[in-house]
Nanobody, 125 residues
Framework: QVQLVESGGGLVQAGGSLRLSCVAS????????VGWFRQAPEKEREFVAS????????YYGDSVKGRFTISRDNAKNTVYLQMNSLKPEDTAVYSCAADRIAPILFRNRRDFPSWGQGTQVTVSS
C-alpha cells in the first residue's frame, strides 16, 4: 500500500495561484494513477483531477477545467496540482489518492486504499 503526503496549501486571495504536491512512497509509482479530491465543510468530497501512471491521460472536474493542471514527476514520486485563477469556492481540504486503476475511474470512486492526510486551501475574496 502506498503512503501519500500532501503539501502546498495555504491562504491566497481570489485570482491567485497555488501548487499542491502529493509525494508517494512506492517503488512502483508508475503503476499508480493518482487523483486529487477536495472537501469543503458540510459538502461531499469532490473529484478535482486525475492522472495516469505515465502522465499521458488527464481528467478534470467540470468546476476546475481551464484553471487547474495536474502533472507528475515519476523520478520524484510526486504528483502536482497547479491551481490558477482561484475562487473563494475553491476553499477546501485537498487530498490525493492512488490506485492501480484507470484514471477516469477516479471521477466516481471514493473508496481508495491509499489517501493522504490533506492540505487546507483557503481563498479569500
Amino acid at each position: 500500500q502506498v503512503q501519500l503526503v500532501e503539501s502546498g496549501g495555504g491562504l491566497v486571495q481570489a485570482g491567485g495561484s497555488l501548487r499542491l504536491s502529493c509525494v508517494a512512497s512506492a517503488r512502483t509509482f508508475t503503476t499508480y494513477a493518482v487523483g486529487w479530491f477536495r472537501q469543503a465543510p458540510e459538502k461531499e468530497r469532490e473529484f478535482v483531477a486525475s492522472i495516469s501512471g505515465s502522465g499521458g491521460s488527464l481528467y478534470y472536474g467540470d468546476s476546475v477545467k481551464g484553471r487547474f493542471t495536474i502533472s507528475r514527476d515519476n523520478a520524484k514520486n510526486t504528483v502536482y496540482l497547479q491551481m490558477n485563477s482561484l475562487k473563494p469556492e475553491d476553499t477546501a481540504v485537498y487530498s490525493c489518492a492512488a490506485d492501480r486503476i484507470a484514471p477516469i475511474l477516479f471521477r466516481n470512486r471514493r473508496d481508495f486504499p491509499s489517501w493522504g492526510q490533506g492540505t487546507q486551501v483557503t481563498v479569500s475574496s
